[in-house]
Structures are given as C-alpha cells and as structure tokens.
C-alpha cells in the first residue's frame, strides 16, 4: 500500500472506501475499496477533497479481484447461465429454467485453490423462475494470477461447473384410479394438482382417465397412452399397501421394468417408478395432492431434463429425504431432497 497524487493514480487500485457528503441531503461511498481509479474519476476525487490516495502496489503476476471473478466465472458457467457484473469483487450466476447442474467434483476442486471462492446451490434443483444460484469472488484484493490460471485449467478439464439443463416438453398421460371416483362416489382432486405442476414445468397433461380398482383396466388405460404418443404416465391413487390397492400390479402387469417401488422420502413413500421402452411410467402415492413438495418435485424435473433414474439415485434420497413440514413451505430452499 502506498500513498500517490490522484492525477497519478489512474489504473491503480483503491484500498478503502472515498465518502462524499453532500451537507442535508447524502453520506456515502463515492468509491468503494478496491475500485480501479480511471481518468474520469480525477475531477470526482478532487471536488471531495482527495489530493492524495492510498492505493494498493499491483506487482508483476497479480490481478485485482474483479477481474480474478470474471475470469473464474467465464470459466466456470454453462449453458442456461447469465452473469451478473461485478460487485464488491462478486459476480453471480444467473439462471434460466431447467434443473441446476453442478459439477461437485471440479467445484470441490476449485473451492481447494487457496483465496478462491465458488460456491452454488444444490444440485439437482428444479429452477421455474430465474434467480441466481452461484456466486465467485477472491478472498484478497490482489490474488496471485497463477491461481486464476489454475481455475481456469481445472474447468477445461469439464462441459463446465455449473450449468442449466432445459427441461424438456413431454406429453404425459393421467390415469386416476379408484372404483369411488370412477363411479362417481367422490370428485377427483389429483387431476388439477397434477396439471398445474406440469405446467410449470413446461410440459402438458394430454388426457385424464379415471380407473376402477380393477388391474386390467388401469393396465390398459396406461398402454392406450403409451399407443398414442405419451411420453410419460403418471398413475394417481391405489399406491399404499391395502387389498384394493391394485396400481403397482397394474403398472407391472404392462411389463414396464420396475425401478423401485418404495422411496425412502417422507412424504412419498409409497412411489413406483417403471420404463416401458423408454417410456417412464410413474405410481404417484396420494402426498403429492396435499404437499407442496414431495417425491414428485423430487424426480419428475430430472426426468424432464433427460436424466436417467435408477435404483441407486433412489436410495441416496435417503439423506434429505425427511420432509420437516415447516409452517410456512419454502421448497426448493429448503433441505428437502439435498
């Protein structure tokens, strides 16, 4: 750190924050530490009184902080990802929707580099409204340019850090089954929930069709969707473990391979998932009428995004899978199904 002339100051680093007062009406930072003093600033600095500034020595081989963010961030961001400009030595990663994918291996990486910062949210989230979802900064004013470099080594080496995954259109099929609604004993509730939530997700429930108890119907009913062009079925109700409860029979008896019936998350337990012939092919148990955040917000934008399910992906939902039932439901910021 040293003091120098304003008038010689150009291109030279800040080292705390300039106040201006304007007498009744503001006080506040006319620079902030760590801004890089330019030729159109000599006027401002001298009106508030600043003859002399202490700035910050930048030797051969070192990079001031904003310029470090934006080079890990152009190395780091991915498709459907936007960044902010730089703040107070910060820059954030914007995203459009999809499901969020990060790289946890190259970000542990990056994270291990002394004085560097990179730090997102979960993986695996579905994002329906953009928002940011990553930030990066240095720690120092001036960093060493040989750790930038390292950055930008290490994110070669991947697609990128972190990145957006689009969620695909589907045409899905609705099988609501239940000889009480079938009949016409109860009004469906499952149908409404179900297509909204689709919807934001940016894809469409083609038809609703009601099932009575009976296996062989449900099992037809979902092998007609399948006939005509459905990319995904979900089947409502009959998923719990009473006699009548016929949907995990009907959806194997189509000869859909099972991935796993039974999910360690609460709420959604009692979840199939199955493929016929690349078609997906969902048992929903009756917690993703009532809750806002179940098995379903948990799977289904995976599945829209391309991602394979298998049975592994379902064990480890295990750990986060414990809905707390908060009063007010923030999901996704939350720590459901992180």
């Not at 954030?92 to 990060?102: M, P, R, V």
């Not at 120092?140 to 695909?168: N, T």
């Not at 004993?185 to 179900?194: E, L, M, N, Q, Y």
């Not at 409860?245 to 709420?267: E, L, M, W």
């Amino acid at each position: 750190m040293k003091t120098v002339p304003v008038e010689e100051a150009v291109g030279m680093v800040l080292c705390h924050d300039m106040t201006r007062i304007v007498p009744g009406e503001s006080k506040g930072p006319a620079f902030k530490k760590g801004h890089v003093i330019a030729e159109e600033d000599i006027p401002t600095l001298l009106e508030i009184g600043k003859e002399h500034v202490y700035v910050l020595h930048m030797e051969k081989g070192t990079i001031h902080e904003n310029e470090a963010a934006e080079r890990i961030a152009k190395a780091a961001a991915g498709p459907g990802i936007t960044l902010s400009g730089v703040s107070e030595g910060r820059i954030n990663f914007e995203a459009s929707t999809g499901l969020l994918d990060i790289n946890i291996e190259a970000l542990n990486r990056i994270n291990s580099i002394e004085e560097v910062v990179l730090a997102t949210m979960h993986t695996g989230q579905q994002v329906t409204e953009p928002h940011p979802v990553a930030g990066t900064r240095v720690v120092p004013l001036v960093i060493d340019e040989h750790k930038i470099e390292q950055v930008e080594r290490i994110c070669s080496e991947y697609d990128y850090v972190v990145g957006i995954k689009p969620f695909q259109h589907f045409d899905v099929g609705l099988v609501t089954t239940g000889s009480e609604v079938y009949h016409g004993r109860i009004k469906d509730k499952f149908g409404p929930v179900i297509r909204k939530k689709f919807s934001k997700l940016g894809s469409t429930v083609m038809d609703q069709r009601l099932s009575s108890d009976d296996p062989s119907m449900t099992r037809d009913a979902i092998l007609a969707f399948i006939a005509e062009g459905a990319e995904m079925v979900v089947v409502t109700g009959g998923m719990s473990v009473d006699p009548d409860d016929q949907t995990p029979t009907a959806i194997r008896a189509t000869g859909a391979k099972v991935v796993t019936y039974g999910s360690p998350t609460f709420p959604g337990v009692m979840f199939m998932v199955a493929d016929l012939n690349g078609v997906p092919i969902l048992g929903l148990p009756g917690c993703v009428m009532y809750y806002r955040a179940s098995i379903f917000d948990l799977i289904v934008p995976r599945l829209l995004a391309g991602d394979e399910i298998t049975r592994e992906d379902i064990v480890a939902m295990g750990h986060g899978g414990f809905c707390a039932a908060c009063d007010v439901c923030r999901y996704p910021i939350c720590p459901f199904g992180k």
